[in-house]
Every structure is written in C-alpha cells, then in structure tokens.
C-alpha cells in the first residue's frame, strides 16, 4: 500500500505499523540542539560506529484477546526502513508484521496463522522510527531528510511518572499532495524517551486506530531494557509492548546479530 492509497481495514489492529501522541501535557519543551543529542544518543548505543541491520531472537509472550500463548520470536530490521516481525506461538500459531520502509511507497502488512497477508492500514503505517530498535532509525549518519526529530527537554513519555529525554519525531514529505502531507505529519508523531543517564532509548509512545467503529485512539508503549552489549552495540534484551496500559507482548532476546 502507498501513500496514497486510502486506508483499508486493519483486522490486526493491535499491530505497531502506527504513531501516535504529542508531548505530555503539563510538560515545559527546553529548546536543545536535536543534532547534538542525536549524536549523543548514537554514541551510548553503538560508540558512534553505523549499524545497518539488526537481527534478534528469543522468546516471546503473547496476551491478547484474553489468549496467553508463548512461543519464539524473530525480529529483523535495515536502515532503510524495512522491517519484520515474526511470532511462532505454541497456541495460535504463526503471527508476522512487515514494514517495506518509512518513505513515500511504504508498504505494511501482517498475517496470521494462515500466513494469508493483510495490508494494514495506511494511516498506521506512518511511523518514522523502528519500534523494536528506535536507534536504528535515529543514526545521525543515515537520517532520511523526511524525517524530523525535536529535542524536548526533560519531562515525562507515556503513561508512567518518570521523567526522561524526549524526543519527538514526526515525517514530513514535500512531494505529495498538501492535504496528504498535512495527514502524515499529524499521524507521524511519536515520543521516544531516553534514560537520562544513559541516553539509552526507554519507551516508545503513540497510538494506532481500531479496525471498525469509532475512531478511537489505542495507545502504544514500548519499553526497553536489560541492555546488553553485543559487537560493541548496546541491545535491549527485553521488549514489552503495552497496549492501552496492559502487556500484550513481551520479548526476551536470547541472541542479536549486527551488520
């Protein structure tokens, strides 16, 4: 699906081809230098050298729909935007989200158990940053023009009280319709919250929309930690995925491999 195609049903409305939320209310922007913090956030996660893929495995925890389900899980990503993650669940079986990329002809899709392919839709495939590995996406030394980062200071990301360094990063192309441009810019943001004593990423913030019904928000939060560090990279080696407030899924990496 491109960019402008209008959007279809998204079944699996609790995947992550999606963005969401504006600052934290009652939170005071410090003006900084995004390029400079930028710098510094690749620094603690790779000491500067540029990653081009990343590839994890381990195991996962599913809890959706009132299904607890287990299984493993893979996740792979690239620099120019594609990504993919897949679910081999002891219960429901197979369970997959693909991402071609983050530009103008981004195309998502997630299948089921019947490894039949649903394009997701379009809206919710705007996400200007990897879900799993922000980092990947926010490289100083390959950061796609259309994509904006805003340092915001120190205040809160998400639900929770902890206060971190937040950025927030939104897309904007300057080649397609204005109307469209301004739907991208508003879908496209997310809040991306950094340790403030380790600039190691935290939590991941946004929203997605249902399938059906009212169009009401659904918020997401990824969180991250137990960095490891591999090939001179700093890993997550738990990612917890909330989904109004509630785990959905849980990735406990057993081994990372980086290009």
């Known amino acids: 699906m491109t960019l402008r195609n209008s959007a279809v049903a998204l079944s699996f409305a609790l995947s992550l081809f999606a963005i969401g939320p504006t600052k934290a209310a009652g939170q005071t922007p410090q003006p900084a230098n995004a390029g400079a913090i930028l710098s510094q956030l690749n620094t603690a996660v790779s000491g500067g050298q540029a990653i081009q893929q990343v590839q994890l495995t381990g195991t996962a925890t599913w809890n959706a729909g009132g299904l607890l389900d287990s299984g493993t899980a893979s996740l792979t990503a690239s620099t120019n935007g594609s990504s993919q993650l897949q679910l081999t669940l002891a219960a429901s079986g197979q369970r997959t989200e693909t991402q071609t990329g983050t530009g103008s002809s981004a195309d998502c899709q997630w299948a089921g158990a019947d490894g039949v392919a649903n394009e997701v839709a379009v809206g919710n495939c705007w996400k200007p940053s990897l879900w799993f590995f922000p980092a990947l996406s926010l490289q100083p030394s390959a950061l796609p023009t259309y994509l904006g980062v805003v340092d915001l200071g120190s205040g809160a990301v998400g639900s929770g009280p902890n206060l971190y360094r937040h950025l927030q990063c939104q897309l904007g192309f300057a080649n397609i319709p204005s109307a469209l441009a301004t739907s991208v810019a508003a879908q496209s943001v997310s809040d991306l919250g950094l340790d403030p004593e380790t600039l190691l990423p935290a939590v991941l913030s946004y929203s997605i929309l249902p399938d059906s019904g009212p169009p009401t928000p659904i918020a ?8 490891q560090t591999v090939n001179g990279v700093q890993i997550p080696f738990l990612i ?3 989904v109004n407030g509630s785990l959905q899924l849980s990735i406990a990496v057993a081994s990372a ?3």
């Not at 997401?220 to 960095?227: A, L």
């Open 257 to 259: 491999q980086i290009g």
């Open 220 to 227: 997401i939060e990824i969180h991250y930690s137990n960095y």
């Open 240 to 242: 917890q995925r909330y």
